[in-house]
Each structure stands twice: as structure tokens, then as C-alpha cells.
Nanobody, 123 residues
């Protein structure tokens, strides 16, 4: 499966963005999908994930209550809605897939990766 992330941009503190992770060559419902973010010089950080069934989701404590992961099987796309953005959310966001029922929070366990989309939150 190939993944393409998009939707990043520049937004003010408190603003919102919706990131998309479009899949091709495979079906999102065949994979657990995770979102990760990375700041230069820092380790990749787990943000959110959704199980293969779409029935369960998980979030990092730092984004819980502000970010929402969802899936549209018809569009073969996973979304990450980012609300109440803070400057510390500034990073490159990437989506990843692994062919199992449950998701991992460890980025090393994911098999397929899309390119990143940059999110910048100004103060």
C-alpha cells in the first residue's frame, strides 16, 4: 500500500487543520493506521492511531481531547482532525500502516509510510 499525507499548513494558536492520509494499492480497512510527528533533532512521536476494524482509536496524552482520528472507507482515506492547536504541535506529521488488527504506538512496528506534511502553529 502507498500512503500520501496532505493538509498541513500554517495556522495560529487555537486554530484547526485536517490532515488526510490517502491510500492507494491497498485498502485502509486492511491495515491499522497511525499518525506520528517529528521535530528536527527529536525522536518520532506517536500521535494517534485507528485499528484495522476502525472500531478502536488511541491518542497520545498530549493530544487527547484535541485531535481526532477517523476513517472513510469509501475514500480510502484516514483523517486526523487537529483542533485547539498549540505552538508545541508544530512538526512534520506522517501516516503509517501495518497489516494487523490492532495498532502500535511504536513507530518501528509500522511497515508502510507516507511522506510527511508540515504543520506550523504560530503563537
Amino acid at each position: 500500500v502507498q500512503l500520501q499525507a496532505s493538509g498541513g499548513g500554517l495556522v495560529q494558536t487555537g486554530g484547526s487543520l485536517r490532515l488526510s492520509c490517502a491510500a492507494s494499492g491497498g485498502t485502509v480497512s486492511d491495515y491499522a493506521i497511525g499518525w506520528f510527528r517529528q521535530i528536527p533533532g527529536k525522536e518520532r512521536e506517536f500521535v494517534a492511531a485507528i485499528t484495522r476494524s476502525g472500531g478502536n482509536t488511541g491518542y497520545a496524552d498530549s493530544v487527547k481531547g484535541r485531535f481526532t482520528i477517523s476513517r472513510d472507507k469509501d475514500k480510502n482515506t484516514v483523517y486526523l482532525q487537529l483542533n485547539s492547536l498549540k505552538p508545541e504541535d508544530t512538526a512534520v506529521y506522517c501516516c503509517a500502516a501495518v497489516g494487523r488488527l490492532g495498532y502500535y504506538s511504536d513507530y518501528a512496528r509500522y511497515t508502510y509510510w507516507g511522506q510527511g506534511t508540515e504543520v506550523t502553529v504560530s503563537s
